[in-house]
């Protein structure tokens, strides 16, 4: 099946820095790639859609200002969390559709902790 | 809109025993459905996943799944329980292809010695 490599996968920040999160599909190319969060022993929350070329989508209740996506790429697509909180402490994860759209390849999750 | 139910937040079997997690689901159109598993820091796995056709979904690991739409069901079993089952399963429903995933609350497998 296809690759979806998350890099970094754990990271510790100090409070009012920003962090980037990059999400590459290896042997495919993915025109959509999605951002989610997971709380612990928590499902996941689509966080937003993130489309190459142009503006991402956000769900409702996410501060797009906060979040930044990039999806300046087929294969890479880039969440900046801006001015962590340690609420922002999370586990995120993102995934990419392949080419016809029916299967959702995951990444292995970045483990972000602000303190 | 779409929903997943994912009954209970535990389940916990024999090694050996039959495995069987249930899920429901909502959709206004004709759904594609999903399991995934995850392990513990990892992200999702795809399992098995119905689109059209056959309605019995063969996955991997030696899980299946039927697709029933009267019941608006789509349960996943597995004959035959493996410690390495232990994990984090998620029930998954998009209104098709290139739509967002739409999950449920997962439901968290312990398999017993």
């Known amino acids: 099946g296809a690759v979806v490599s998350q890099h970094p996968s754990r990271v510790i920040c100090k409070s009012g820095t920003s962090v980037k999160i990059e999400c590459r599909s290896l042997?495919?190319?993915?025109?959509?790639m999605f951002w989610y969060r997971q709380f612990p022993k928590q499902s996941l929350m689509l966080m937003a859609t993130?489309?190459?070329?142009?503006?991402?989508?956000?769900e409702q209740g996410v501060e797009k200002d906060k979040f930044l996506i990039n999806h300046a790429s087929l294969t890479l697509s880039t969440l900046t969390v801006t001015s962590a909180h340690p609420e922002d402490s999370s586990f995120y994860i993102c995934?990419?559709?392949?080419?016809?759209?029916?299967?959702?390849?995951f990444g292995q999750g970045t483990r972000l902790t602000v303190v | 809109a779409q929903s997943v139910t994912q009954l209970g937040s535990h389940v916990s079997v024999s090694e050996g025993a039959l495995v069987l997690l249930r899920c429901n689901y909502s959709?206004?159109?004709?759904?594609?459905l999903f399991w995934y598993v995850q392990y513990p820091n990892q992200g999702l796995q795809l399992l098995l996943k119905?689109?059209?056709?056959?309605?019995l979904v063969k996955g991997i690991n030696g899980f299946e799944a039927e697709f029933k739409k009267s019941e608006t069901s789509f349960h996943l079993t597995k004959p035959s329980a493996h410690m390495s089952d232990a994990a984090e399963y998620f029930c998954?429903?998009?209104?098709?292809?290139?739509?967002?995933?739409?999950f449920g609350k997962g439901i968290t497998l312990s398999v017993r010695p």
């Open positions: 119905y689109t059209t056709g056959a309605t």
């Open positions: 998954a429903v998009s209104d098709g292809a290139n739509s967002k995933l739409t």
């Open positions: 995934s990419a559709r392949d080419l016809e759209g029916t299967e959702a390849f």
């Open positions: 042997d495919f190319q993915a025109t959509t």
């Open positions: 993130s489309n190459e070329g142009s503006k991402a989508t956000y």
């Open positions: 959709s206004s159109v004709p759904p594609y």
